[in-house]
């Protein structure tokens, strides 16, 4: 887990996925249109990509793409995500973890 760690303390928003995710970009839009600026890491072109995927499948991630990352936690994926922003929390998640200023 200590590369996911590394990588996702590093900025307020880490996507992880795979250029054949068509999901990764609506997440990735979405965010970006409360004004936050997501890291995407695309496993299938990083050089540890396997290991990434891996490290994700061990916090539970299934499928392990997307995977989101708001202030170093783990969201989930585009249910997860979709679900905080109908419900109205996926704002004041980006706020808490300095992604977006009001």
């Given at each position: 887990m200590a590369m996911v760690t590394s990588l996702v303390s590093e900025?307020?928003?880490?996507?992880?996925?795979?250029?054949?995710?068509?999901?990764?970009?609506?997440?990735?839009?979405?965010?970006?249109?409360?004004?936050?600026?997501?890291?995407?890491y695309e496993l299938d072109e990083h050089?540890?990509?396997k290991?990434?995927?891996?490290?994700?499948?061990?916090?539970?991630?299934?499928?392990?793409?997307p995977a989101v990352f708001i202030g170093e936690e783990l969201i989930?994926?585009?249910?997860?995500?979709?679900?905080l922003h109908l419900q109205g929390q996926l704002v004041q998640l980006l706020l808490n973890s300095n992604a977006i200023w009001v």
């Open positions: 900025r307020p928003v880490v996507i992880f996925s795979k250029s054949s995710c068509c999901m990764w970009h609506t997440i990735k839009t979405l965010i970006s249109n409360f004004g936050a600026n997501p890291t995407v050089p540890d990509g290991r990434l995927e891996k490290e994700l499948r061990g916090l539970g991630c299934k499928p392990s793409v989930g994926g585009a249910n997860e995500i979709m679900s």
